[in-house]
């Protein structure tokens, strides 16, 4: 049998021959298609540069005239040519003309007569321009192009003042082959000056065009108003402006760019689809070639698939053939491959998988960081987390309750963890075990922290579940899996003793003790030598008026250390009672930057967080009446935000400051709502005039209707409270457009904007406030 006869043989001829016919069909459609596109590139960017000649221009227009204004403003120029005769004065005149690159210079009086004039244009004393003379009567300055002594003049016209209006001075700048140069560099457009005749011939006057090109050019003065010339055997986009203004005078600027210019992308992708169109069909026949041999060969497939599956892979896909007997064969086949990889799926899972959370056990995470560790060049860290006082949980409660519990940690910091690309399990009993790539772990830590600032609601009881956490990272503290497990847990139970909530293993370790012994001072000096910052986060309306707040962020700049993150230094500072200096100085700051966005005209309200430990401080509202006064900043434009667990510590001296601000016009907003203890029934007992619904409902309000719900519910017994209610966390347009559907004020989040510096923040509101509707 001939190979033409053979079944390879056709379907390679098949696939090539359908190939070759779509192909040929759409390169020839895309070729049309971006031609058209580049011919209309061509044009708009045509009108483009006439755009930017005309406003190069009216620019040359009106720096001629101010140069010309400051020259008359010269107390020095008035008194010459006051005192001086009519040679001296043209001899003063011409000098200033030529400090301002004027060729053509004139001096008229009040009466029309022209004292001065170097180009002797003016005949018989009296002023050639008359029509320009009535315009700088008018309005105080004029310019147009003149055609003067057979040359292109861009003049101007202002008055001389001593103080009334003595005279004017006519300065006039020759269209020279310099501007036509200078004009086609920032225009991107050949330039020609011309003039015609009363005969309909041409004359040029300076051209930026080549010899030849120019000369076919003036012989074809009849064509000038088409929009393409072929000019020396090649096609130019042409544009004639007229830019002479007063009667008689026809002086045009003749805009031009090469049509091959701008086609050639066009034919470099004819060239790049073409070479394409080969290669596909070259790799066309060469995959049908490979394809139709497998199809002739399904036999062979079907026990290549079951030496895959004798060597413990899984995942192949059986092919069906069209014979009746292989077919059985491979349904068979597929069948045996699909039950063995679920009944190794279930051992593994048995070996591998907590039973209780679904997250990987002990076994399972050993396995994953064994892995990871294989890895070349890449470092990893580990965190170990155990939950306190969870054995007095699970007495008081029961265990089904501490099952619940552990069930619903593991929920989320699984959907944490695996935002940073980690791997979570459940190492036993109440601890839980993470793994991410890489050493710079403080985002995912912060992440952690926030989650359990949380409270958890199990059976209708909110509960303030914490956690002590051992930090160990690859290769720095261990080489092994089992090691550097090890470590954490070590470190762990570092954080356990000496309820520091995290704790790094060795070295990092006691760098973590030094410079908690350290941070009291360093945190004064950070005060005194202006080390800390405040970073402003807008809060947008999403009614879209364009109305902005923003919220006001503390960052620590060590000189040393570099940046110190918030999450290190303010619980220490909470613990130590500094959090008050602290406070105080955000408060001050936020007063001072927010008096200034007034006095820019971009009012903005700054909200500034309170600690527990300044709720029960009763001299803050003398504090903050003092700042705003210094500042001169309106009470409405600052607003103290406070948490729920904040109010719980201490309701009673909590309550009293906070009634206190109320009463001097403060306003005050509900942060982190949905975290805490506490209910709408509860918060509408405090004087608070906002809620903000925390980042946990937030992020879930698109694919969630639970988290939507609750939102909605939370938004509308809120307003009825008469509260405005802001959304932390937006991250995406989705989510700001299912926020403003479910009816909430404002939202903030790195949607928006992140936290940004002072001078940034400004740069951003101005640029929100211009883009905003009226």
Known sequence: MRFSQTLRFRV??????????????????????????????????????????????????????????????????????????????????????????????????????????????????????????KTVRKDGVASAIKVVNGEAYELVVVPVKAPVVIGWITLGVKLTQKVAQDLKEMSGLEVTFLSRSADGRLHSFASTLDRPVLQDLLSQPERLHEKQLELAGAPYQTRMLSIATGPGDKVYAVLQRPLQEILAPFYALQKALLGLAVASLLLCILASFKVAGIVTRPLYRLVSVARKIRDGSYSEQVLRPETYELAELADSLDHMQTAIAEREQEILALAYRDTLTGLLNRAGFLSELAKRLDTPGQSQTVMLLDLDRFQQLNDTLGHVAGDRVIMRIGFWLHAEVSRFGGVLARLGGDEFAFVVAGTDYHEVLQAVLQGFERQLAVDEKKLDVRASIGIASYPEHAASAQDLLRCADEAMYVSKRKKCTVSV???????????????????????????????????????????????????WEHPVRGFVPPFEFIPFAEQTGYIR???????????????????????????????????????????????????????????????????????????????????????????????????????????????KIDRAFVKGVVESEADAMIVRSTTELAHSLGFKVVAEGVETLAISDKLRELGCDYGQGYYYAKPLPLAAFQRWLRDYQQAAPD
């Not at 973590?512 to 350290?518: I, M």
């Open 12 to 133: 390679t001829l098949l696939f090539t021959t359908l190939l070759a016919i779509v192909l040929g069909v759409s390169f020839f459609m895309v070729s049309a298609a971006n031609l058209d596109i580049f011919e209309d590139q061509a044009e708009q960017e045509l009108e483009t540069g006439q755009r930017v000649f005309n406003r190069l221009l009216e620019q040359n227009d009106k720096l001629l005239i101010q140069a010309t204004q400051v020259l008359v403003g010269d107390f020095a120029f008035r008194e010459a040519l006051a005192t001086a005769d009519g040679p001296t004065m043209l001899s003063a005149l011409q000098n200033h003309a030529n400090r301002l690159g004027a060729e053509l210079v004139l001096l008229s009086d009040l009466q029309g007569s022209v004292p001065a004039d170097n180009k002797g244009v003016a005949k018989e004393g009296v002023y050639p321009f008359p029509d320009l003379m």
């Open 505 to 555: 293993y060795d070295a990092a370790k006691r760098q973590f003790r030094e410079e908690h012994l350290s941070l009291l001072g360093d945190l004064k000096e950070a005060l005194n030598q202006e080390q800390l910052t405040l970073h402003y986060q807008p809060k947008v309306a999403l009614d879209g008026t364009g109305h902005c707040e923003a919220e006001a962020l503390v960052r």
């Open 581 to 691: 200096e602290i406070t105080h100085w955000v408060i001050a700051r936020a007063c001072i930057d927010a008096a200034d966005l007034l006095a820019q005209g971009m009012p903005v309200r700054i909200s500034v967080n309170l600690s527990t430990r300044d709720l029960l401080d009763p001299a803050l509202p003398a504090f903050v009446d003092n700042c705003l006064n210094m500042a001169a900043l309106p009470k409405q434009y600052l607003c103290l935000e406070i948490t729920e667990s904040g109010v719980m510590e201490d309701p009673d001296k909590a309550l009293e400051t906070l009634h206190a601000l109320r009463n001097m016009g403060m306003a005050l907003a509900i942060d982190d709502y949905g975290t805490g203890y506490s209910s709408l029934a509860y918060v509408k007992q405090l004087p608070v005039s906002e809620l």
